[in-house]
């Protein structure tokens, strides 16, 4: 039995790395769990918000009829609703019987207009990205702080994988076996939150790696920098066709909308010969919307506007946008707007390695393959609040009577393979900067802080 008393030194060798790994547990417990909370709220209630409404207002009913208005005629439609307004984007329904969508801007407001497609009546408009999806996911996103809350969450995401790295060593099946490592007992008080803890983060270790490190390749250091930068689909696909100065990410919209493998690469530009044998006759939107049907897109895509003169159409369908249950469908069609030839068809199987893995692990992480993942990703968001309310149990129940400490435990005086930390404390830094720009604060203040401040010292130990 280990002693829980916050200021004895643990004795053995066993001991003393198990004290060390509690006490970094501990302290990367107080930072990280508020986040881990917040995205599994958040996290949860997007799933549901997006199963039962949409995201976009694509849920929209109207009642099916006979005959389909012209794309153009409904886009007329929907410009006309809003004056001296910018035709966008166009995104087809899901359903016979949802409306059609455009986006039109007028100056710098971007508004979804809602039309019947068989009346090619409005039925509604609002502000894109206005709904409580999109509250939500800004809170998911970045705390609704811009780039300091991205750092945040970051720095959180990243500090969360040492707390499952040292909650799995201190859980790790020693004495007790696997059965008591991965089945709860059924106890009472402190010991029955402790099994309870323990087991939960054994089972939910797995996927909530999968969660941080799909989540991580979305921030703005580890995955803008690190790997997306390296990791980007190569121009030289683009079969030698001019090339714009804008990237895939000019089309993102307050939301990630670009397929992550596309983010940081160039877009093709119209105005040249180069292409493959496309749209035939002119180049219009009833006939661009016709060719994405007889080249496979179904039912919902989403069809972008040229918006200058070497603008191009854009014609996708991904998972991460909802347009599809299946990521391994993914495909980007670029259309010059002069010629109608096909500048770059991109589909997954083009993807980089790591690009095919975060086209399928976004749309494990987000839900959107059906009933089923919205299921199994609320589990998991029910059970990272569990753990992070059962660690504030336990914490409380082995409090300090004294008013005001922490009663984090003590870290051995003479720690045994320290160089091994140092050395995995380096690698967690060199891969993940802000875990690593977090490790070193808390360093720099228990060294150079605490150590020359007892009396604070006493309390936070």
């Known amino acids: 039995m280990i002693s829980t008393d916050s200021n004895a030194q643990p004795e053995g060798r066993v001991n003393k790395l198990y004290f060390a790994a509690w006490r970094w547990h501990f302290y990367v417990g107080l930072f990280v769990i508020p986040f881990l909370t917040v995205l599994a709220i958040t996290g949860m209630s997007m799933l549901w918000i997006a199963w039962i409404d949409g ?8 009642i099916p009829q006979q005959i389909v208005q012209p794309v153009s005629v409904q886009a007329e439609a929907a410009m006309g609703a809003i004056p001296d307004g910018v035709l966008k984007q166009y995104v087809a329904p899901r359903t016979a019987d949802v409306a059609a969508l455009f986006r039109v801007d007028a100056g710098e407001d971007a508004i979804m207009v809602a039309v019947d497609p068989y009346t090619a009546q409005v039925i509604e408009t609002f502000p894109r990205r206005s709904g409580w999806y999109d509250f939500v996911d800004q809170i998911h996103s970045d705390l609704m702080l811009g780039v ?64 941080l490190i799909s989540g991580l390749a979305w921030a703005g250091i580890w995955g803008g920098k690190f790997v997306q930068a390296w990791s980007q689909f190569p121009a030289e696909k683009w079969d030698n066709v001019p090339l714009s100065d804008e990237l895939h990410a000019s089309m993102n919209h307050n939301r990630r909308e670009v ?5 940081q690469t160039p877009m093709p530009a119209s105005g040249s ?37 070497t603008g191009v159409w854009t014609l996708s369908r991904d998972s991460m946008n909802t347009d599809s249950t299946d990521p391994m469908s993914d495909r980007t069609v670029h259309i010059d707007q002069y010629t109608g030839k096909i500048l770059a068809d991109v589909r997954y199987a083009d993807y980089a390695l790591a690009g095919k893995a975060m086209a399928v692990g976004i749309a494990l992480h987000m839900g959107t393959l059906g009933l089923w993942s919205v299921l199994a990703n ?5 059970a990272v609040l569990g753990l992070c309310i059962s660690s504030v149990v336990l914490w409380w129940k082995r409090r300090p009577a004294q008013a005001g400490r922490l009663a984090a435990p003590p870290m051995p005086h003479e720690m045994p393979l320290w160089q091994g930390a140092v050395l995995v404390g380096l690698g967690v830094s060199m891969a993940f900067p802000m875990a690593g720009l977090a490790l070193l604060s808390v360093l720099a203040v228990d060294t150079l802080v605490l150590s020359r401040l007892p009396k604070v010292r006493a309390r936070l130990t």
């Open 55 to 62: 995201r976009d207002g694509e849920r929209t009913g109207v």
């Open 148 to 211: 300091t809350g991205d750092r945040m969450l970051e720095a959180a995401a990243s500090l969360s994988l040492v707390l499952i790295a040292t909650g799995l060593y201190m859980w790790w099946p020693r004495e007790g076996g696997w059965r008591k490592a991965l089945i709860p007992s059924l106890g009472r008080g402190r010991a029955l939150w402790k099994s309870w803890h323990g087991a939960i983060g054994m089972w939910l270790s797995l996927f909530l790696v999968f969660f």
């Open 259 to 263: 397929p992550w493998a596309l983010e």
């Open 273 to 309: 010969q180069a292409g493959l044998t496309g749209v035939e006759g002119q180049v219009t939107l009833d006939t661009v919307d016709a060719f994405a049907r007889e080249i496979g897109f179904e039912a919902r895509y989403q069809l972008n506007v040229p918006q200058s003169a």
């Open 378 to 382: 609320t589990l998991v968001c029910l």
